[in-house]
């Protein structure tokens, strides 16, 4: 047998070999490979004619037998044109489809150079200057034997996983027996040859079009390849090492040395201890094993993780330093979020965790998972400050994708919570320290269809005291509640880039020289806008699933049932709405019809089917209405604006257009705010009235041509579908304008608004017993906090030099206008609750504070 036959029999052998042994993850989508023969139009001139003839070759990083292989038996798994097949380009023979840019020089063994330039790519680059009309098509190829990260005091690591190295033959046989199972393969957007050599001549004319072709190849699969593996890393001991080290913590430690009267070594001890408390420790084992763990969770407690959107983060992760900003509704965030990245691909975030969940042998495990840990508070810990901010500058130098939550902590109210920007505005310092690449935060929505901690989180809104995040959260309250938990969502949002938002604000050139400078106002000002940004693109990746579709509708109604076939037709109507007008590109809305979201929302037994010879009854189950409440106001902000137009056209029976227009103007700042609604003011009447058509196409409002909107006739269905579409918005406008009266009752100058926020507060704790249920959202601080902000920022109230509330006319006119959007005994309610007189005011006030002493005492004992 000659060479070439020997050579053809080997490599099917092998090929046979390794398609038993090694079963490749595809990571993101196969290419679309271009037709072999593209077709010419032939009225071009030859100047812009097109390349006739397109051929496809594969770019491999460094050379590996193994690699080629592997990629010929994927390539033919794909339908694509194989790598191993032989190549023609006009005259041009080659034997493989497949190049190498780290092409070693088989024929000079004695005295190698390190490296060649791969003699078929300068081949390919010849003929194309000889034969104008074509073309080759690079597909850019990365393959993984493993993805752990190299560990510089692991020669064990080294040699059993993937890392920056280029594996030796052994090394390579290893790789394959150890990690055949957990072999990733993905295929990169084609590059035009041709275009690259062009451009290199322009461009770069003292470099040869091969090194630049190599040289911006290689650098491309390096940055997929650090998506993937992430930065190469340092253990534990010699960051901790390095950071102790720099100049910043060396001063910050002196000055405390000063400060509290102690040694420098003392003081060195104390910076050591903190970042014994702060630094993560990354490990590759840890991660495949809550892989595995957490791969039967989904499987046997939920019924699957649904992902959207996360070609998103695919294409923006070798160019940008990822910083994902999720919602916290659960303690499953941390673990979720992890593992679908790291499924997908990506590597694992580095994640900032509550000091609180630093727990023994649990904290390990996280740190070991990525997380790294803050306290809550920096107040007063100036030693502690510095430290934080140069791990996590170190962090961001190394290019390693962050994780943390923008609200801080869980929301008890399944509505996102105000913004902590503490972690944005360090983000944002250490960007400006010192700038690698540029920052990109992802929003990321993650919604539930039940909650493990569901009944803690009603008791905490209802009084009971708070119950510490911790991981032994989880375990007790997985053993309270049954496990039918449904589906969980994960849904990637539009991407915020923090250079656009600097440059917008024109602090694009800031620089920040110290770890203890301060971030001008001007950048601090920036960061609000950022946080307030990835907010809105949180909600607008809202997920309508089919629990949170049935609550929005379900606790609308006055006993919270609803005839099954009104049921079924209201859940289509919001289906329909959705759909005809959506709130956003990225919003997702569940498939099933409303049959089969009932039918769903039987087999989580959220609500039940109560038989009747009329016509069977859907109704809330038995204590879940509080709880239903969570999943409503998770997309209650998608149904508002639709919700305000139903409210206002059904109180006031006919009502036009423009007076419609000018009552949700006055309103929707505070909407917005609360609700973080993605729409600017100046851009809001043709939403407006997209809705408004929207509503009159589905006949829940009519339109009499002469630009009235009037309300169906009543008792009709449509007016029954009205009257549910109109409620949610009720209790936000039934808030306001209690805050409002209080505020106008007591007069000008009379109360501070920390007082109004507590008998806000109190009070809504006693209107919310009015409904049929508690609703603990009815009562959160943060709404009437974010309310009061809203009338400050418009000019409707100030603070005086003694914290006083002042107004003038202006408040007392839009309490006036109460009776546009409220009926008259709401308004009576809402005006007798609030009339104190001083002795009421102080008898409640004196009690809010022994309340809240008695917390206080609670929770130190």
Known sequence: MDNSGFSKLSRRLSSKLLDLVVKPHLLGEPPKVTSQLAVV????????????????????????????????????????????????????????????????NQNNLLNPPAH?????????????????????????????????????????????????????????????????????????????????????????????????????????????????????????????????????????????????????????????????????????????????????????????????????????????????????????????????IFKRGLMVPYIAAGDNLNLPFVGQILRGGGAFFIRRSFSGAQLYTTVFKEYLYSILSRNTPLEYFIEGGRSRTGRLLPPKTGMLAMTVHSHLRGRGKPIVFIPTYIGYERLMEGATYVGEMQGQPKEAESIFGIIKTLRKIERIFGKVHVNFGEPVFLDEILKQQHVEDVQIKSNKDALPPEVSEAVNIAAHRIMENINRAAIIN?????????????????????????????????????????????????????????????????????????????????????????????????????????????????????????????????????????????????????????KLILDDGRNTLYSPTPNSEQHKQLLVLATPVKQSLERYFMTLALINQRGSGKISARQVEELSHLLGQRLSVLYEFNSPEFFDKALFQSFLKVLTQQGIICTNQEGMIEFDDRLSNIAQDAHLILDEDTLHMLEHITTFDDDELKQALDALARQKSSRLRKKAK
């Open 116 to 340: 060649t330039l791969p003699p078929r790519l300068l081949r390919l680059i010849e003929a194309l200057d000889q034969h104008p009309e074509l073309d080759v098509e690079l597909i850019p190829v990365t393959i993984l034997w493993g993805r752990e990260p190299d560990k510089e005091d692991s020669w064990l690591k080294l040699l059993f996983t993937d890392s920056w190295s280029t594996p030796g033959k052994i090394k390579q046989l290893v790789n394959i027996g150890v990690h055949g199972r957990q072999t990733y393969i993905e295929f990169h957007e084609a590059q035009s040859l041709r275009a690259l050599t062009q451009y290199a001549k322009v461009h770069y004319p003292n470099l040869s079009p091969a090194t630049y072709v190599v040289s911006n190849l290689n650098q491309y699969l390096d940055s997929k390849r650090e998506a993937v593996l992430g930065p190469d890393l340092s253990d534990r001991r010699n960051v901790m090492q390095s950071l102790i080290k720099s100049r910043d913590v060396q001063e910050a430690i002196l000055q405390e040395s000063i400060r509290s009267k102690i040694s420098v070594e003392e003081a060195e001890r104390r910076a050591i201890g903190h970042l014994n408390e702060i630094v993560s420790d990354y490990s590759y084992s840890t991660v495949r094993f809550a892989e595995s763990t957490l791969t039967r969770l989904w499987t046997q407690l939920y019924d699957g993780v649904d992902v959207h959107n996360f070609s998103t983060v695919r294409e923006l992760a070798d160019k940008y330093e990822i910083i994902y900003t999720p919602c916290h509704r659960s303690h499953i965030d941390y673990l979720l979020l992890s593992y679908v």
């Open 41 to 104: 139009d032939n009225t071009q001139t030859e100047q812009t004619q097109a390349p006739q003839q397109k051929i496809t070759l594969y770019v491999l990083q460094n050379y590996s037998r193994s690699n080629a292989v592997l990629l010929d038996n994927e390539t033919k798994r794909l339908n694509l044109p194989r790598a191993l097949h032989p190549l023609k380009l006009a005259d041009l023979q080659e034997k493989k489809s497949v190049i190498f840019l780290q092409h070693r």
């Open 546 to 698: 089919p629990v949170s579709l049935l609550s929005l509708i379900l606790l609308a109604t006055p006993k919270h049932t609803l005839d099954e076939d009104a049921c079924i037709s209201q859940l289509e109507t919001y289906q329909a709405l959705s759909k005809a007008l959506p709130y956003d590109e990225r919003t997702e809305i569940t498939p099933l019809s409303g049959k089969e979201i009932i039918a769903y929302g039987l087999k989580l037994k959220l609500i039940k089917r109560i038989k009747h010879v009329l016509g069977d009854i859907i109704a809330i189950e038995d204590q879940q209405a509080v709880l239903l409440t969570y999943f409503r106001n998770n997309i209650l902000h998608l149904f508002i604006l639709p919700s305000l137009i139903a409210a206002l056209v059904e109180h006031n029976g006919r009502l036009l257009r423009d007076d419609l227009i000018n009552v949700i103007r006055a309103l929707y700042p505070f909407l917005k705010a609360e609700l973080f609604l993605k729409w600017d003011i100046k851009a809001l009447d043709p939403v407006i009235e997209q809705y408004c058509d929207a509503l009159i196409e589905a």
